[in-house]
């Protein structure tokens, strides 16, 4: 099949139109092994050699991903978000200058804060939604690398993805996006210049709450790209072929899943807005959120599955609102069919910019007018019972 007559929902759909050779299998069978036959003069005409840094079921799931992140030199999966993310700055060298998103997943600003120093990287926090702010933090020359999430985690702010590239690029760095929550349906960070892309897979595009996967996606096969490759082979970061394979499923589903998703945030969002015991909705899909404007240009067919409501009474009628739900479930993570409600502020603690009355909703697949339901009950029983 050639990729290049079709458009990416129906490659993803297809997980790139593989067939298997010898039984005319229209799912591919999963490659287990962790070892392969050498030739005869020893070489190894297969291209495969041993599990720890390849797999064929992983290049299957990583050309799915490449191609939806139209990712001209490829992808590469890890065992987790984090261990994507890590890679990243396991590339740099000790001394190397990072500026980095203030508002971003906390688990990755505290590895940051604790680990990444341990390795003699420099990191500076701003907020990436302001260019001038991003402009001076860069120092030329030794800013290696300029990491944004956007939207980001849990207030959906928005980077200018094309404005940070120029940014990074004419200080001498690279620019990095964590693209969990946007996913490839709505925007394709190394179109608008960026260098690498992040994703947490086990979130949007696994899609189903059952794997735990992170991928790195690059436009140029740089030194910077081969010091990431190395980094996985060496360390034994890759995913295992069986979470490979179930990625690859979701991933099919991807692009309906998706805008179902997106749709229902947006008609949660505009109806939350004018709920009476909500005092603010964070979603850059309404008019009024400051990054809209740069959300509708580098966001295509939605502006995702994710968004915040802030709750009259504070933290307490947050708890209890979270408390209260039935069809919601109550848990951290994000991306499932599943809807998910989660209090954020006291999961991420002290130095998180999250307030303290905020509730992180994941938007699934379930029937919208039902979820808007369930969290009008839930809030009122929250105030009420205040
Ligand atoms: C979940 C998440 C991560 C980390 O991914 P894991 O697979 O949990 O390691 C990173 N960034 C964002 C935006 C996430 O939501």
């Not at 599955?305 to 933290?315: F, K, N, T, W």
Request: proline share 4%.
């Amino acid at each position: 099949m050639d990729s290049r007559n079709w458009t990416r929902r129906s490659l993803a759909a297809q997980a790139m139109g593989k067939i298997d050779a010898q039984t005319r299998a229209v799912v591919p069978p999963i490659h287990v092994a962790t070892t392969y036959i050498r030739d005869e003069d020893n070489g190894y005409s297969s291209g495969f050699v041993y599990g720890r840094p390849d797999n064929e079921t992983i290049r299957e799931a990583e050309s799915v991903l490449a191609m939806l992140e139209e990712a001209e030199a490829g992808a590469f999966l890890f065992g987790s978000g984090m261990a994507a993310a890590t890679a990243v700055f396991q590339a740099l060298s000790p001394g190397d200058h990072v500026v980095a998103s203030k508002v971003m997943y906390w688990a990755l600003r505290a590895w940051l804060l604790t680990e990444a120093t341990r390795w003699g990287l420099s990191i500076e926090f701003v907020e990436t939604d302001d260019l001038v702010a991003l402009r001076d933090a860069m120092k030329p020359g030794v800013t290696r690398l300029v990491w944004v999430e956007t939207p980001s985690n849990p207030l959906w702010t928005i980077t200018d993805i094309a404005a940070a590239a120029e940014i990074a690029h004419a200080a001498g760095a690279k620019l990095a996006v964590d693209s969990t929550c946007a996913s490839p349906v709505h925007t394709r960070p190394l179109t608008l210049g960026a260098d690498i892309v992040m994703h947490a897979a086990t979130k949007v595009l696994n899609g189903h709450s059952d794997v735990v996967a992170g991928a790195l996606c690059a436009r140029e096969d740089d030194a910077f790209w081969n010091r990431i490759k190395t980094v996985r082979r060496s360390q034994g970061g890759i995913l295992g072929p069986f979470e490979a394979y179930l990625l690859m499923r979701g991933m099919r589903t991807l692009h309906v899943r998706q805008e179902r998703q997106s749709a229902s945030a947006m008609a949660l969002a505009e109806r939350l807005s004018s709920h009476p015991l909500v005092t603010r909705v964070l979603y850059p899909g309404l008019p009024q959120h400051p990054g809209h404007d740069i959300a509708a240009r580098q966001m295509e067919g939605g502006f995702g599955y994710m968004l915040s409501i802030q709750v009259a009474g504070g933290e307490a009628a947050a708890v209890r609102t979270a408390a209260g739900v039935q069809l919601y479930k109550r848990a951290t993570s994000l991306g499932g069919v599943e809807s998910l409600i989660e209090h954020r502020a006291s999961i991420e603690g002290a130095g998180s910019p999250c307030p303290p009355d905020l509730l992180r909703l994941s938007t699934g697949i379930e029937d919208v007018d039902d979820l808007h339901a369930d969290l009008d009950r839930a809030l009122r029983a929250g105030h009420g019972a205040g």
